[in-house]
């Protein structure tokens, strides 16, 4: 319990620091789901899926470095399962962000 | 000086968004925020506005009503010092240490700008620099360490980061200049020397950390085979809790770390770059380095030191630490005296991580006190040391007082070098630290 408690907190602590990035990104998203509002039921789940699986892919292969890390550095199971975790984390998140804008294509 | 604090005639960024709905969200489900406020008209006084003292007195002004709450310190800016060793092995910008402590005072605290100089614990009172007497009910001490320099012969704080002299103590800019001669060092290699004195230490592992990352410097710069990496401990071993001693000494070995026990630096020679080690039985020995690491020893402040509140007996006599019980972390003779931090004289624990895990005891026992309940909880002396050994990897080690091993998570092996550890200590952790500062966790 406290565990999940502190991990709420650094990821609040983290948010602070990119809320001037975050915010606009934020409310530029809503309006664009807003808008969208009654497309969003097009977009097929396999689609969304493949946005998780290549950007999830993207952050496995690019977290390590961008944390001045590398893959050689994965010492036991415990890091590859923290590191898919937050890759699939990502993935989640970009196809959250895109499903608005993916809802804008038209439609075939 | 005083005044209430926060003064900043605009809000920070920390303060607007700290009064946000999420704030206010994490605020409201907080555990501390969960039970009624006590009421009182006691006056605390926390002295010291480390990681210690701010994040006792943001939980004391979530958990009383009407306290007065007075806080003794005259530094403005707060430092988060466990990041020191990645500015000094060029991992972090100086500026990802350096904040200010006006955006983290609670709003109703008194903020006295000053440095106690004196403690009168008999008679409930502190004694400011200018000679302000400010009495109190209640007395939490977080004054931290004093690093003791004047006991290494020749040793000037000034002069780090020139001819090869460095040390990751005394401030963000000697952590900065550490790493300026650091990178200058790797380039062309030469003979290190590392210190460990014999002294408690704050965060033990920074000795280490620093090892192990001049060691991966040089062998990233290609100029680890035109270098020699001694490191010179005053002690029989390199660090307190055996199993980490032995998987560090067997790391070194194979990294080509040469390892001298029982040598306490004595003297330096800035000049000539030479500096004079002492065995126990007083035989001194003058090393040449091009690189030398210098771990200042460490003891009370002089205001504890010297006063009643400090251990008048015991292994924690000499350094003048307070004299606390080291379960309920309570003054062993005052009982409206509490320690955190550093400055407490336990065994093992002088790292944020401790602070982490004892300010909601501390808190809760001042509580406690206030209501006439007798302290309940028990502190049993956890703390962690990411300890780095290259850049990219680290071992989460987490010990307790009899230095067992505890790790927070059972899957963590704490003596496996592991990405996930890096990445706490390189970007998790300091969110952590500031939660634990605005008492939250």
Redesign the interface.
Known sequence: M??I??A?????????DL?PALLPLLLVWLAVLLINRQRLGKVAPSTLLAVVAMVGLVAVLAL?SL????LA????W??WA??LAMAVGFGVAAAALLWPVLAMRPSR | MEHSSPSSPELSRRQWLLGSAGAALLASAAPSAQAAKLKTQAHIVIVGSGLGGLAVANRLIAMLDGAKITLIDSKREHNYQPGYTLVATGVWPVSKVRDRNADFVPSGVNWVQEMAAEFDPANNAVVTATGQRIPYDYLVVAMGTHQDWSLIEGMDVGAIGQKGLTSVYPSPQAAQATWTSMDAFRKKGGNAVLTLPATPLKCAGAPLKMTFMLRDRLAQSGTLDKSKVTFYSALGNVFGVKTVNDNVLSRWRDLGIAVETTQKLQAIDIGAQSARFVTPEGVTSDVPYDFIHVVPPMRAPDAIKNSDLAWKEGPFAAGGWLEVDKASLQHRRYKNVFGIGDINGTPRGKTAATVKKSAPIVAQHLVDVIAGREPGQKFDGYTSCPLIVKEGSAMLIEFDYEGRLTPSLPMIEPLQASYLAWLMKYRLLKPAYMATLKGRV
């Open positions: 406290y565990e408690w502190l709420m907190n650094i990821v609040y602590e983290i948010a602070l809320w390590p944390t001045k890390s590398s550095d994965m010492g036991y415990v890091d923290f590191l």
